[in-house]
């Protein structure tokens, strides 16, 4: 069984558009992130949300938006894609009690034309 | 951000060989993880070291988090191409929820 999934693996869109990516974990876990990682494989956060409360990382763009809609889910919606939007994109889960043992899904390659 | 520097930035050595990679930061971490990535998929956690001066050993592999929880090591014993991936350290901010700082990673090649 998958702990972490995401789809779709691979995304291809123009400038402009609205995409979604979608998290899904089985691990019971309360905590959910979004991270982004760079051509450089940087891996930053950008979002973590716990409880219904969600911690932003200041630097995001209001362009990108996190949704949950349970305790399993968080997607990540994105609003009028950038070229520097292009990278991979890695939904992550902890329990409450390991918060920084976090579990990583496969990623989402992100490419903005 | 506390920045984590992790050394070296890539590595290509011989199955067989002994390595160490290191990541390093003028900053307290009230903990600290290593991870694997391999390409095409997520980083997996390999360990999580807490206490300063902590060793913990996974197979031919050993962590070490220094006395300072500022610095941390991994040294991998007879390399084998399985071995090969991506090793990213990450540091637990004091007081910050849940909140990571991850190194740039060492690109590690073990070649047969």
């Known amino acids: 069984d998958t702990a972490v999934s995401q789809t779709p693996k691979y995304l291809v869109t123009q400038m402009g558009n609205d995409k979604s990516i979608k998290c899904e974990q089985n691990l019971g876990h309360d905590t959910m992130y979004w991270y982004k990682q760079d051509s450089k494989k940087f891996l930053k956060i950008m979002f973590s949300y716990n409880n219904k409360e969600l911690i932003i990382n200041e630097t995001v763009p209001n362009r990108f938006s996190p949704k949950s809609p349970d305790k399993a889910h968080l997607n990540l919606h994105i609003n009028s894609l950038e070229l520097g939007d292009s990278a991979v994109y890695f939904c992550?889960?902890?329990?409450?009690?390991?918060?920084?043992?976090?579990?990583f899904g496969p990623g989402t390659r992100l490419t903005v034309t | 951000t506390q920045l984590l520097e992790q050394s070296p930035q890539f590595l290509s050595i011989q199955e067989g060989e002994n390595l160490t990679v290191y990541c390093n930061s003028s900053?307290?971490?009230?903990?600290l993880q290593w991870y694997r990535q391999e390409p095409g998929e997520g980083p997996v956690l390999l360990v999580t070291?807490?206490?300063?001066?902590e060793v913990k050993k996974l197979k031919r592999l050993t962590f070490q988090f220094g006395d300072a929880r500022k610095d941390s090591s991994l040294h991998i014993t007879a390399a084998q191409p399985g071995d090969t991936g991506l090793y990213l350290c990450?540091?637990?901010?004091?007081?910050?929820?849940?909140?990571?700082?991850f190194g740039k990673g060492t690109s590690l090649l073990v070649t047969p």
């Open positions: 990450a540091g637990a901010v004091p007081n910050s929820g849940y909140e990571l700082n």
């Open positions: 900053s307290v971490f009230s903990s």
């Open positions: 070291v807490v206490t300063g001066g």
């Open positions: 992550a889960s902890s329990s409450w009690d390991r918060p920084y043992e976090q579990y």
